[in-house]
């Protein structure tokens, strides 16, 4: 049974990739709201500025670094949030694609996030824990109306997979997993014509996180809630 989880009963957060963007945002709103964050960045000149925010500063590249450290930070964690992710670049199947530029994107959007889980779902299980991997409306089949950025887009369903895989392996343990579509944020990914701003976004993404369910685990959601379809 998964435990209640309101916005006012301090929590502890772990959160992956979290320098800047969104994951900088959910930390900074997390710390706000009274929780207990351990956040992650891959330099250590970025260390500092999140741990300002009052949370604990793992540095970790999503890709490469053992996972000792995040392990153990999960081992007390209520709700886990893997954000890191890359854009790549954002050619369509008719443009000139590199295997460098392919590699990195499916390193850092299926890879890490399925090491990542493969390590800690088990024990997230175990304590009803909710666990949130940063997807996109971009790696949706049904909503999809263009072909550019071809690669993030496979990579963003190929994490659905992921997801979806994790959910019906480690939900009937109590491990409540949401693939979550974030809005068009202003970003560094998002440029600044995006739809929203980086605040609106998270208030939506804590909220979605914070009423999700074990009914839930396994769905994808966007930043208001709203049930996508793959
Ligand atoms: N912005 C949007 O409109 C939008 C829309 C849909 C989905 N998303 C998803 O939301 C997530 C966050 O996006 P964002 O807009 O905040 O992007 P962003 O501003 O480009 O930030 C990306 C974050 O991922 C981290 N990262 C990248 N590779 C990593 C690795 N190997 N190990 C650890 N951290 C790594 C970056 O760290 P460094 O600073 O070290 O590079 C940075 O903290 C991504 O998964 C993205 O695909 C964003």
């Given at each position: 049974?998964?435990?209640?989880?309101?916005?006012?009963?301090p929590?502890?957060?772990?959160?992956?990739?979290?320098s800047?963007?969104?994951?900088?945002?959910?930390?900074?709103q997390?710390?706000?709201a009274?929780?207990?964050v351990?956040?992650?960045?891959?330099?250590?000149?970025?260390?500092?500025?999140?741990?300002?925010?009052?949370?604990?500063?793992?540095?970790?590249?999503?890709?490469k670094?053992?996972?000792?450290?995040?392990?153990?930070a999960?081992?007390?964690?209520?709700?886990?949030?893997?954000?890191?992710?890359?854009?790549?670049?954002?050619?369509?199947?008719?443009?000139?694609?590199?295997?460098?530029?392919?590699?990195?994107?499916?390193?850092?959007?299926?890879?890490?996030?399925?090491?990542?889980?493969?390590?800690?779902?088990?024990?997230?299980?175990?304590?009803?824990?909710?666990?949130?991997?940063?997807?996109s409306?971009?790696?949706?089949?049904?909503?999809?109306?263009?072909?550019?950025a071809?690669?993030?887009?496979?990579?963003?369903?190929?994490?659905?997979?992921?997801?979806?895989?994790?959910?019906?392996?480690?939900?009937?343990?109590?491990?409540?997993?949401?693939?979550l579509?974030?809005?068009?944020?202003?970003?560094?990914?998002?440029?600044?014509?995006?739809?929203?701003?980086?605040?609106?976004?998270?208030?939506?993404?804590?909220?979605?996180?914070?009423?999700?369910?074990?009914?839930?685990?396994?769905?994808?959601?966007?930043?208001?809630?709203?049930?996508?379809?793959w």
């Amino acid at each position: 049974m998964a435990k209640k989880d309101t916005r006012s009963t301090p929590q502890s957060i772990l959160i992956i990739g979290a320098s800047r963007g969104i994951g900088f945002e959910l930390v900074r709103q997390y710390r706000e709201a009274g929780h207990s964050v351990t956040a992650t960045v891959r330099r250590k000149a970025d260390v500092k500025k999140v741990d300002a925010l009052g949370a604990k500063t793992i540095v970790f590249d999503a890709v490469k670094s053992p996972l000792a450290a995040v392990n153990r930070a999960a081992g007390h964690a209520d709700i886990v949030i893997f954000n890191a992710g890359v854009l790549g670049d954002r050619g369509k199947v008719g443009d000139r694609h590199s295997a460098a530029i392919f590699d990195q994107v499916m390193r850092t959007n299926v890879y890490a996030p399925l090491r990542f889980m493969s390590a800690v779902a088990g024990k997230l299980a175990k304590r009803g824990a909710k666990l949130a991997v940063l997807s996109s409306i971009m790696g949706s089949k049904h909503h999809m109306a263009t072909s550019g950025a071809v690669v993030y887009r496979a990579s963003k369903a190929a994490v659905n997979m992921v997801a979806r895989a994790t959910a019906l392996e480690f939900g009937p343990q109590g491990l409540i997993v949401l693939a979550l579509h974030p809005g068009w944020v202003r970003t560094d990914m998002g440029g600044s014509d995006a739809d929203i701003d980086v605040e609106t976004s998270v208030r939506g993404l804590t909220r979605v996180i914070a009423r999700a369910k074990l009914a839930d685990s396994g769905l994808y959601f966007d930043y208001t809630g709203k049930k996508l379809a793959w």
